[in-house]
């Protein structure tokens, strides 16, 4: 709904500066939160599942300790980042006189910061309903607001909207949760070895890691388009990659609320083998269908999602997808390292990664003058590499064997892919009635009975460890 309304009332000019300047803040919030909420998921988890009386001390010790250490350190970046707001949009839009949209939505950045911090509490403390109300309650309140502040205001709409967006959530955190905030926010006799008051903040070293290189990969790709191509290509771009990143939040949910603590458990490597292959099949029966629907309805769907000005993204959306569906591999690859804590592991793949990604940019765009889709290339070919490094490291550390049947429904899937694309590329109507057609091959030959009922295992066991 809220990408509908930007590219409308903005335009592919104005979408395009609104996403730099709003993955500025995105980029600093995972850097302020010091990757804290992916670690506490994992750690604060085992203790509360312990349920003694000294697991509960040492809650009630990280609680404080994590929340006023991060409140603190948010608060002194975001004025720092409010009074050089001038600088700092001039560098990622080439204008300084954005200034405004960023001292707006950067008002937000501590509670959006101290929010992320307290919902990884409430996932440790399988308290997954209170996350959906807050989040459902934001959205819709949010959206009764875009409305009019788009419609009157344009950018300064936006900021605004972005700014309750941002502020909401810990709001109704302190109204929802006051049993925990009550229960925790007390001192305790607790005194932790120098060790353990940093074991939260080391793990959560991998996360800030991984973000902090590739958000800033992300700023530094559309200042090139912005630069090469204007701002119109840049928003162009925008779009088609906003569509990644909407899936891929849902997808990434699954990830850090079920896979993660699961692989966190695994007291061996047979059992993350196993657990590695359940979720991978998984993740495939689920995105694949979603991108050959858009594929195959890809016109339809930019116009309904954007606007007619945005048809000329229709054919980025194919070495896109190619790109996502790696991107899948290689977060769920990746995953296992993290209760692991196999820091430089994920540093070293993650820094050749993003390297390959901003080199091949960098001269497909700005050495080659390739047109746009060679970035959407550019894209597919480093996340490929990203899940083959990851494979290839998996294969070799606790000796990952992907299975007949992942193989097969991978291949199919890859098939069912350039299937929708060749019909769609040559004959939009075709592919219309096509595409069912496809899906329905695709899902005889992918899934058997049992793979169905481990899916529906993997659904029940995930409903039913929030209940």
Avoid at 80 to 91: A, C, E, N, P, Q
Avoid at 401 to 426: C, E, G, H, P, Q
């Amino acid at each position: 709904m809220r990408i509908k309304l930007y590219a409308i009332f903005l335009g592919p000019v104005g979408f395009g500066i609104i996403s730099q300047l709003y993955n500025f803040f995105l980029l600093f919030t995972s850097v302020t939160n010091l990757g804290v909420p992916v670690s506490t998921t994992s750690e604060i988890s085992k203790l509360h599942s312990e349920g003694t009386e000294e697991s509960e001390s040492k809650i009630a010790y990280y609680f404080r300790y994590i929340t006023l250490r991060i409140l603190l350190l948010s608060v002194v970046l975001s004025v720092l980042v409010i009074l050089f707001s001038g600088y700092i949009s001039d560098f990622l839009v080439d204008d300084g006189a954005f200034y405004y949209f960023l001292i707006i939505i950067f008002i937000s950045a501590p509670f959006t910061i101290l929010y992320s911090i307290m919902e990884a509490f409430l996932r440790s403390f399988k308290r997954i309903n209170t996350i959906v109300n807050i989040s459902v309650i934001t959205n819709i309140a949010s959206i009764l607001i875009l409305i009019p502040l788009v419609y009157f205001w344009n950018m300064t709409g936006v900021g605004i909207y972005l700014l309750v967006f941002g502020i909401l959530p810990m709001l109704l955190f302190i109204i929802f949760c006051k049993d925990i905030i009550k229960k925790y926010i007390k001192r305790t006799s607790f005194l932790p070895s120098s060790e353990e008051k940093s074991l939260i903040f080391k793990v959560g070293l991998i996360s800030l890691s991984s973000s902090l290189i590739h958000q800033g990969i992300i700023i530094l790709i559309r200042k090139i388009l912005i630069s090469e191509y204007g701002y119109e290509q840049n928003g162009l771009y925008q779009s088609v990659l906003s569509v990644s990143i909407t899936y891929f939040s849902i997808i990434y949910i699954f990830l850090t609320n079920y896979s993660l603590p699961k692989l966190a458990e695994c007291s061996d490597n047979d059992a993350i083998n196993s657990e590695l292959s359940n979720n991978l099949r998984f993740l495939l029966l689920i995105i694949t269908p979603m991108m050959l629907i858009f594929l195959g309805y890809r016109d339809i769907l930019v116009s309904l999602l954007f606007s007619k000005n945005f048809s000329g993204t229709t054919s980025l959306f194919v070495p896109q997808f190619i790109g996502d569906l790696f991107r899948v591999g290689a977060a769920l690859f990746g995953l296992w390292l993290i209760p692991r804590r196999k820091i430089k592991q994920i540093i070293i793949i993650d820094v050749i990664f993003n390297t390959i990604f901003i080199s091949s940019v960098y001269i497909f765009v700005a050495i080659l003058n390739m047109p746009l889709i060679y970035v959407s290339y550019a894209y597919a070919m480093s996340f490929g590499m990203h899940f083959l490094m990851y494979f290839v490291y998996s294969r070799n550390s606790i000796g990952y064997s992907a299975n007949r049947i992942i193989t097969l429904t991978f291949l199919y899937t890859i098939l069912s892919l350039t299937a929708v694309s060749y019909l769609s590329n040559i004959n939009r109507e075709l592919s219309y009635y096509a595409t069912p057609f496809i899906i329905v091959i695709w899902f005889l030959l992918s899934v058997n009975k049992e793979e169905m009922y481990k899916s529906k295992k993997m659904i029940y066991d995930y409903i039913n460890k929030y209940k």
